[in-house]
């Protein structure tokens, strides 16, 4: 699986699942990740699943542009 991991930040979901984003290198390619992790044990240990999204370096500035976008959007509520 990954080679290495850098995780830089985690976001909450729930008592059992939160958000983990990191950069994680592959067979020599870096790329973001952004998965879905959960714990049975009060957070003692948390496990990755399934359902997340990795995003290449190339479209990194694209993915930027549209959370700044989505926070515009936010931002008048």
Known sequence: ??????????IPKSA???IEISINEY???KYLDLRTFY????????????KGITVSPDNLELLK????QAMGEFKDE
């Not at 699986?1 to 985690?10: A, L, Q, Y």
């Open 1 to 10: 699986m990954s080679e290495e991991k850098n995780i830089i930040t985690t």
């Open 16 to 18: 059992t699942e939160r």
């Open 27 to 29: 067979k020599g390619k």
């Open 39 to 50: 714990t049975t044990d009060d957070g003692a240990s948390w496990l990755p699943t399934k």
């Open 65 to 68: 542009d549209s959370i700044e």
